[in-house]
């Protein structure tokens, strides 16, 4: 079945640094991509989406590039901030008879000051 | 999440308990879904349904049910609570909901 997987946490980076946040997937057919993130004491919220190939989303500083070729949702940001210290979810929504979201694990984000 | 209310926002039930999470919706929406969150797992789903009158098994539904008389109520029933159901419930729309809102967190003693 259709699966996401994200880079294991936690992540521990100083302010300003660049972030990454792998994420691949397993689909059948077309899914769109997601990223949620949750702070702390906080519900999921949707940072950004790509609904095909080569979409880029973007909000709040934060990219990923929808990339069919290595199935892949990598999460960037040029300079974090002490205040995008969260956990961030990759998942996808497949369609299919069920329609639901399928999450990652979630990787948890530290920044420093 | 617009248009979705959960009841309660939190409970604390002993073991062996019967317990039944509320979801009301008002946006007409056909699909609904049940997850469970807990830490270091993600959100899982347990049960669906794609219309009235229908449900449908998610990847964890052991130890849960669910029933749809109506488009807008999406009740889910634990018939007999156990501790590694502790975790935080959300109801959900089709779709990337723009927010989870913060569920209903169970606790099971």
């Known amino acids: 079945g259709d699966s996401v997987t994200q880079m294991e946490g936690p992540v521990t980076l100083s302010e300003e640094a660049f972030l990454t946040i792998n994420c691949t997937y397993t689909?059948?057919?077309?899914?769109?991509l997601f990223w949620y993130v949750q702070y702390p004491g906080e519900g999921l919220q949707l940072l950004l989406k790509a609904t095909k190939a080569d979409d880029k989303g973007s909000n709040k500083g934060f990219e990923a590039t929808y990339r069919k070729e290595t199935t892949s949702f990598h999460l960037e940001k040029g300079s974090v901030q002490v205040s995008d210290s969260a956990v961030y979810f990759c998942?996808?929504?497949?369609?299919?008879?069920?329609?639901?979201?399928?999450f990652g694990k979630g990787t948890k984000l530290s920044v420093k000051p | 999440i617009a248009g979705i209310t959960q009841a309660p926002t939190s409970q604390i039930l002993a073991a062996g308990r019967r317990m039944t999470l509320r979801c009301t919706q008002d946006m007409r929406h056909n699909a609904m879904y049940w997850y469970r969150q807990d830490l270091g797992l993600g959100l899982r789903l347990i049960h669906y349904?794609?219309?009235?009158?229908?449900?449908g098994k998610g990847e964890v539904p052991d130890g849960y049910s669910v029933s749809r008389a109506n488009t807008d109520d999406f009740p889910l029933t634990l018939a007999s609570a156990v501790p590694s159901q502790t975790s935080v419930y959300f109801c959900?729309?089709?779709?990337?909901?723009?927010?989870f809102g913060n569920g209903t967190r169970l606790t099971v003693t």
């Open positions: 998942a996808l929504s497949g369609g299919g008879s069920q329609g639901n979201l399928i």
């Open positions: 349904s794609n219309t009235a009158g229908t449900t």
């Open positions: 689909a059948t057919g077309y899914p769109s």
């Open positions: 959900a729309p089709p779709g990337a909901p723009l927010h």
